[in-house]
């Protein structure tokens, strides 16, 4: 039975990636480039500094376009951004069975605007985000920092996330993985678990 889960939070509890992408879309129009949202997803998928990377080299932007970005990233309204459907269940449900939920994730404080405003902080134990300054995923030093400071048994832990840096950390550390396909990211590296509803999670917990 699994007693701790380590989620990642942009794709897999809440689907962020619309907001996200339409924000980077805003940012590179601003300079007079017209991108798809389809494109711009595929880059994202890896993660958003590949995607910046990409951008940023292939039409010789600047950081004026990240520090506009970032600002069109941060008016997103919390309304807008949605648990995927189950998150919330799943979390209340493993909390209430005796488990604990993490999220290691390389957004900032806006994290906990969204768990806030869906009133879900209650169901984690810690939120890690990019401020307290580790190495991005699939770096393992959060998830170490996790095992150890909560005497994390490696034996009845999961890490879901949608990419293959989540499963590429978990592994990196001896947890099972679980890959949670909400953008068809395609991954060179075998999960444990597949699923694609969050309420198939409730099998593989028990």
């Not at 007079?32 to 958003?48: A, F, P």
Request: net charge negative; proline share 3%.
């Amino acid at each position: 039975m699994i007693r701790d889960i380590i989620w990642d939070f942009d794709g897999t509890l809440f689907d962020t990636y619309p907001g996200t992408v339409n924000s980077f879309r805003k940012a590179l129009g601003d300079n007079g480039i017209d991108e798809t949202n389809e494109n711009i997803l595929d880059y994202m998928k890896v993660s958003e500094s590949y995607a910046i990377t990409h951008f940023k080299e292939l039409y010789g932007l600047d950081n004026d376009f990240i520090d506009k970005y970032t600002a069109y990233k941060k008016s997103i309204k919390p309304e807008t951004v949605i648990p995927f459907p189950f998150a919330e269940e799943v979390c209340r449900q493993f909390v209430a069975l005796g488990g604990r939920n993490y999220i290691i994730t390389h957004r900032g404080d806006s994290t906990l605007r969204f768990l806030q405003h869906y009133g879900m902080m209650c169901y984690f134990t810690e939120v890690i985000t990019k401020n307290y300054g580790f190495k991005r995923k699939p770096d393992p030093e959060a998830f170490i920092y996790l095992i150890e400071k909560y005497q994390i048994s490696k034996g009845t832990a999961l890490v879901i996330g949608d990419r293959e840096c989540e499963i590429l950390g978990g592994k990196a550390v001896g947890i099972r993985t679980c890959l949670y396909n909400t953008n068809n990211v395609s991954v060179n590296v075998t999960p444990d678990f597949y699923i694609d509803s969050l309420k198939k999670l409730v099998d593989i917990i028990n």
